[in-house]
């Protein structure tokens, strides 16, 4: 069964960026693509895009395209998501996510999330 | 996107008592790709249900998932303690993977 580990909190001011780490272990890291999945206080779950670390190839939803970017290293199984241009709204905790099986974006396995809180 | 729209916002049960949550989508949500998932306060969700109505591994069958097309529901039955919680939907047909709102069930 795969872990997920991801780094801690970060305070943020506004227009900084914020790099959070998911670092996989006890399971194949390379066949399966590794999600972020954002929740704001209070609020529900939003997928900010995925990457698969054998490809190397990164889809991003629309609504964060220009401003995140999502890296893997298969050398330290560490999935990484960097996100710029942070404003107050960006407030929330961030979650990392193995599909299920590969190709079946259904997410078996997460981490245990980050907050980040962005703040003047 | 398609959106998924779940109700009730809030379902207040005894425990022993079934849940009925709703899942409803946009637009028709092909080869059942619909998700299930549970979160309490300060967790990460847990996946439950894929496929419409397939139980992930270690999830108890008092977990049912069924419906196709925009119509999904998650049933709990015999609800117990620590099935209150808020439960999500998502949907994995088209990208953007799409999330419900969700629906809260506490204890009456």
């Known amino acids: 069964q795969v872990q997920l580990v991801q780094s801690g909190a970060e305070v943020k001011t506004p227009g900084s960026s914020v790099k959070v780490s998911c670092k996989a272990s006890?399971?194949?890291?390379?066949?399966?693509?590794i999600n972020w999945v954002r929740q704001a206080p209070g609020q529900g779950l939003e997928w900010m895009g995925d990457?698969?670390?054998?490809?190397?190839?990164?889809n991003y939803a629309q609504k964060f395209q220009g401003r995140v970017t999502i890296t893997a290293d298969e050398s330290t199984t560490t999935s990484y998501m960097e996100l710029s241009s942070l404003r107050v709204e960006d407030t929330a905790v961030y979650f990392c996510?193995?599909?299920?099986?590969?190709?079946?974006?259904?997410?078996?396995?997460w981490g245990q999330g980050t907050l980040i809180t962005v703040s003047a | 996107e398609i959106v998924l729209t779940q109700s009730p916002g809030t379902l207040s049960l005894s425990p022993g008592k079934s849940a009925t949550l709703s899942c409803r989508a946009s637009?028709?949500?092909?080869?059942?790709?619909l998700a299930w998932y549970q979160q309490k306060p300060g967790q990460a969700p847990r996946l439950l249900i894929y496929?419409?109505?397939s139980r992930a591994n270690g999830i108890p069958d008092r977990f049912s998932g069924s419906g196709s097309g925009t119509d999904f529901t998650l049933t709990v039955s015999r609800l117990e303690p620590e099935d209150f919680a808020v439960y999500y939907c998502?949907?994995?047909?088209?990208?953007?993977?799409?999330f419900g709102q969700g629906t809260k069930v506490e204890i009456k």
């Open positions: 637009q028709s949500v092909t080869s059942d790709y």
């Open positions: 998502q949907q994995y047909d088209r990208p953007p993977w799409t």
């Open positions: 990457i698969s670390p054998m490809f190397g190839k990164a």
């Open positions: 996510a193995r599909e299920r099986r590969v190709h079946e974006p259904v997410f078996g396995s």
């Open positions: 496929g419409a109505s």
């Open positions: 006890g399971g194949t890291f390379s066949t399966f693509s």
